[in-house]
């Protein structure tokens, strides 16, 4: 699973964005992260930016910490967004299975602008979601009139591309 530096939590802007893209057990640090900004006390670090969390899994009760997550869009509407991409269970725009991939398009003009703003991006879960992801990601790109290498380039030059995957 994860470790190393490119998975820690960025604590310099309590007000920052991270959006969340995990699949299965990849859920694990993003558990970690949510923790820290909505449960944990600490005086040194109070979070008030957004937590957007978007799991993929096989079906609802291949749910992970679904519980907790929904908690946590009760208690803390403006700061926290949670979308499931439910492969065996939904249908993608085009009719086929409902990958997160296929929620990354749907939200694709809020993401972009996201992370133009400066909010960081986390991929965690099995490495054969990336390229389904960074299809996705380059196709809405090219579609904006953007070139995702550039992008792409400037996200991992800022520190906002955190990716891990296994």
Known sequence: GPSG???LLPE???N???IMIGTGTGVAPFRGYLRRMFMEDVSSFKFGGLAWL?????NTDSLLYDEEFTNYLQQYPENFRYDKALSREQ???SGGKMYVQ?????YSDEI???LDDGAHIYFCGLKGMMPGIQDTLKRVAEQRGESWHQKLSQLKKN???HVEVY
């Open 112 to 114: 972009f602008k996201l």
């Open 5 to 7: 530096k490119i998975m």
């Open 91 to 93: 249908k993608n725009k």
């Open 54 to 58: 978007f799991l993929g899994v096989a």
């Open 12 to 14: 310099d802007d309590p």
């Open 159 to 161: 520190k906002q591309w």
């Open 102 to 106: 296929d929620k990354i398009e749907e």
């Open 16 to 18: 920052a964005t991270h």
